[in-house]
């Protein structure tokens, strides 16, 4: 069974960080891209980033850029990503996302695994 665990979120000060992590299990890691999608509330779902376990790419939405790190131990088929710099506009529900490439897992996220989302608050 594919699972997708993700955990991390919570309420924060706009300017503080938050380390999001999702454990993948149940399908092969390195054949896989697995990131992280947003939906904030009556909005549709945002890419946010991703990394290729086969290839080692990695994807950054515009508007997290420098802020958002995202990184992967393949050891423990384990993903994160540390937000720094978090701004209220940050503030959705993060679900950790898996396909076979970058471009379906960011944009496509109906198409592959989604793990249940875990809420991020970033107050002003």
């Known amino acids: 069974e594919v699972q997708l665990q993700a955990c991390g979120g919570g309420l924060v000060q706009a300017g503080g960080s938050l380390r999001l992590s999702c454990a993948a299990s149940?399908?092969?890691?390195?054949?896989?891209?697995i990131g992280w999608v947003r939906q904030a509330p009556g909005k549709e779902y945002e890419a946010v980033s991703c990394?290729?376990?086969?290839?080692?790419?990695?994807f950054y939405a515009n508007s997290v850029k420098g802020r958002f790190t995202i990184s992967s131990d393949n050891a423990k088929n384990m993903v994160y990503l540390q937000m720094n710099s978090l701004k209220p506009e940050d503030t959705a529900v993060y679900y950790c996302?898996?396909?076979?490439?970058?471009?379906?897992?960011?944009?496509?996220?109906?198409?592959?695994?989604r793990g249940q989302g875990t809420q991020v608050t970033v107050s002003s």
């Open positions: 996302v898996a396909n076979h490439d970058i471009i379906a897992t960011m944009f496509a996220p109906e198409h592959g695994y």
């Open positions: 149940g399908f092969s890691f390195d054949n896989y891209a």
């Open positions: 990394i290729s376990h086969s290839d080692g790419d990695t």
